[in-house]
């Protein structure tokens, strides 16, 4: 089935491109970001989440779909040629770039805060009142954690190209599992903090910090599955993953940003 599907993309197109067929997702997909911020100000300002959790569950319906359209155009159509990989390996570099001046902003908001702290907190850093997390609890645990599952996924991309599919496969559920462990003590230090958003710029800055990083955990902790999955279903070869490569330097990107946010803002101030 493979093979016809290649030679038909060889006969029906003179060009290495991939032309995308007509989807339906990229339009209903905008749609959806619209109503979902809309429901994000009817929750915070109304209390009403209804338009909020609809708009989540459209966004995950629309995105399984549209993921499950690039693995057939990939696995079994044979459209994701030399040309085209480039091309997305190239995309997801400029989208990490991108990802990493979103958290350079909150780092810059958290210097311009600390080095010159203004009057109205009372000139201090942090401000009267925060009782700092300590470092060498939670946070440390969760470094260790992250440090620990970047090693089981690197294992497991090794043991990809070396055509051990069980190593790889077991390493790489022992990623899935410590980011699941990592969102859950996570979880638990919130629901224990001294402070919340609301307590003075402090507040603020770590929560939406350390609250974005916790996001983009549980992004990648999905994306490992759904390679999981797709490893599982003997979709990778030790020549051809680069939806798992791409989800490999995703999640190393997460391990670098903790280590930047344990140094900074959980140590530093201690």
């Excluded at 001046?101 to 908001?109: D, G, N, P, R």
């Excluded at 090794?158 to 559920?173: D, I, T, V």
């Excluded at 609250?211 to 759904?226: K, R």
């Amino acid at each position: 089935m493979f093979l016809y599907y290649l030679i038909m993309s060889k006969i029906l197109h003179n060009h290495p491109f991939h032309l995308v067929d007509l989807s339906p997702w990229p339009i209903l997909m905008s749609f959806n970001f619209l109503n979902f911020m809309l429901g994000m100000n009817k929750f915070f300002y109304f209390k009403n989440y209804n338009l909020f959790m609809f708009s989540i569950l459209l966004m995950i319906f629309c995105s399984i779909h549209w993921w499950r359209d690039v693995i057939r155009e990939s696995t079994y159509q044979g459209y994701h040629t030399s040309i085209v990989l480039e091309g997305l390996r190239l995309g997801m570099i400029l989208f990490i770039i991108s990802e990493i001046f979103f958290f350079l902003s909150f780092f810059w908001t958290y210097f311009h805060m600390m080095l010159s702290p203004s009057i109205e907190i009372g000139s201090i850093w942090p401000p009267k009142g925060i009782i700092n997390f300590n470092p060498y609890n939670i946070p440390l645990l969760n470094t260790l954690i992250l440090l620990s599952s970047g090693s089981s996924v690197t294992w497991s991309h090794h043991s990809m190209l070396n055509n051990m599919y069980m190593k790889s496969k077991n390493s790489l559920m022992l990623t899935i599992i410590l980011g699941v462990y990592f969102t859950l003590l996570q979880i638990f230090e919130y629901y224990n903090a001294p402070f919340t958003i609301c307590d003075s710029i402090y507040g603020s800055i770590f929560f939406m910090t350390t609250g974005f990083h916790g996001i983009h955990v549980i992004i990648g902790t999905f994306f490992l599955f759904v390679c999981f999955i797709r490893l599982k279903y003997n979709q990778f070869s030790f020549y051809h993953h680069l939806g798992y490569e791409m989800s490999i330097w995703y999640w190393h990107f997460v391990d670098v940003i903790w280590l930047f946010l344990f140094i900074l803002i959980y140590w530093w101030n201690y």
